[in-house]
Structure formats: C-alpha cells, structure tokens
C-alpha cells in the first residue's frame, strides 16, 4: 500500500487486518535508536548507519530510503521470506517509490494498491482538519502530495478515498480477488499426513495461497457406515491443521443438502462468495482401506 498522507490508508489497512485474511506487516529495519519499550525484531530491526550501508552494498534490501543523513529506513529481503515461508500474506505501507520497487522484485506475486483521496482541495481539509500540523507543513504534504498522485498508474489498484466505508469494501474486494484459495473437498476419513503434504506442496509451488479443508458429511462414493461421525473428523481436520497459517477447516458442506456433490457445493460457494475465485484440488480415488482397523479417536476434552 502506498498513499499520500491524509488519504486513509492506514485505517483501511487496520480493517483488512481484522478480516480473516491471515495478513502480517512486514518488520522494517532502521538506523535510528529504538524508542521507549521498542525491541530488535519487533517493531524494528535495528541497526547501526555502518551496518545499513553495508546490507545496502550487499543488496540485501527490496528498498530503502536515506530520511536524512545517516537515518534509513528499508525492508530486508530475508525478513519477508521468512514471513512468506510462515504463510503469511505480508503487508508494506510503504512510500511510492517503495511500493513500486517491491512490485518490480515480486512481480505478479505482488499487488499493488495506492490508495488517494478524491482531489487535492480534499486532502487540504483533511489536514486542516487534523489541528495537528502548522499551515507551512500542511503546504509542504500537499505538494508531496502531488508528486506522489503522478506515481498513481504505476499500481495495480487505485481505490480513490472518497467514503471511507465503500473504499474499505472495495479494498477488501480486491485482495480477495487477488489471493487464491484452494478447496480440498474431502470425507477426511480421518485427515492423515498425505492430506497436508498435498495442500503444503500446492501452497509452495503451485501459488495457493491459503487451503480450505472442507470436510464432505456424505460423499455420493462412500456409504454411510464407513464414515466416522461428522463432528469427529471435522474436529480432527481442525486439530490438523491449526499450525499451519494457510490452512483452515470449514464445515461449508454440513449446511448443504446431502449426499455432497461437488457441483452443488461449487454453485453454493459462487454465490456466497462472489468475489472470490476458488482453485478446486482433486484426485483420483482408490479403494484400499488403511484404516479399516481402527476405532475412532477420542478427541481431546470429550
């Protein structure tokens, strides 16, 4: 994300935060000394000016910027792949040129949204009416402003600001446009390490970014008796997946007609989430039953 100061962007970010999208701000490193309870690897990363240029001549950063002499600011490649490989889905609020050079790095694996308030007059009573700023630095904002605006084209995503509440939503449209998500339509009877290995290696190389473990009450295939309560093997899947960032479980299927068809379940997910575009995984079906002998496990607290 990318803006000019007073366009909003922060508070639409806050709201994304909070919209079950499993996304995480990147830690950024600095120059400057940590302030007040501020600790390395939390809010910053911090090191030394000799330290920052020498990770500079390392090109070690996916940007950086000299504030003034000897305070820098930048994003450490390492840092993000690190999140990336937690499956996080990373956030930058970032300057324009920022923004433009993580876009360039990433490439489609990127989106880029600058977010801009519907005219220069209205961004001035915004900041006039802060009460914060002296007329000669609300001037000065305004003119970088203006040179920020002419970076616009270069986003993936304009969101023009004009009702906080309908940029929000459209904001949020579009990261979900953006990211993909992957529907494992299963009995999970139960889930069991090839279930995961399958939807970890589609996160990694197939640019999945979270999985939906949906569990099937009834599959057409399979009778009844073979099935180990529904409430179990649902639980089960929760249990399995709950370390894992990008996946969840969903019991989408208990609230549609059974037996469960995948046509069914496919128009269902169209219509609740329209929005959306869903990456089906499927797989051929063998008849062997590793489980056979088995009862069911307890599940912990019941």
Not at 33 to 59: A, D, Q, S, W
Not at 190 to 201: F, Q, R, S
Not at 271 to 294: A, V
Request: charged share 25%.
């Amino acid at each position: 994300f990318s803006a000019p100061s007073g366009s909003g962007k922060s508070t639409i970010i806050n709201y994304l935060l909070t919209q079950n999208l499993n996304l995480a701000f990147s830690i950024s490193a600095t120059s400057r000394p940590p302030r007040g309870t501020e600790k390395h690897g939390v809010e910053y990363f911090f090191l030394t000016p000799e330290e920052f240029r020498c990770r500079i001549e390392n090109n070690e950063f996916l940007e950086y910027e000299e504030v003034y002499k000897d305070r820098y600011y930048g994003t450490l490649k390492e840092q993000v792949e690190k999140q990336l490989e937690k499956g996080q889905n990373v956030v930058f609020d970032l300057d324009v040129v920022g923004g433009c050079n993580i876009k360039k790095y990433y490439g489609e694996r990127a989106l880029s949204i600058f977010v801009q308030p519907p005219s220069i007059e209205e961004l001035r009573c915004r900041l006039t009416g802060r009460g914060t700023d002296e007329p000669e630095v609300i001037e000065c904002r305004i003119a970088k402003a203006e040179y920020e605006m002419t970076f616009a084209p270069q986003f993936d995503r304009v969101i023009v600001n004009d009702d906080l509440e309908a940029a929000k939503a459209e904001t949020l449209k579009v990261i979900k446009e953006f990211l993909k998500t992957g529907i494992f339509s299963g009995s999970f009877n139960p889930v069991h390490i090839g279930h995961l290995a399958l939807a970890n290696y589609l996160c990694e190389y197939e640019g999945l970014d979270e999985i939906w473990f949906m569990v099937s009450p009834q599959n057409p295939l399979k009778a009844g008796t073979e099935l180990w309560p529904d409430d179990l093997r649902l639980r089960l899947v929760e249990l399995a997946t709950e370390e894992y960032p990008r996946f969840r479980s969903s019991d989408f299927e208990f609230h549609l007609p059974r037996p469960s068809y995948s046509v069914h379940t496919l128009e269902k997910l169209h219509e609740t989430y329209p929005e959306r575009d869903f990456y089906l995984i499927i797989g051929s079906h063998h008849q062997r039953k590793p489980y056979s002998y088995l009862s069911p496990p307890r599940i912990p607290g019941k």
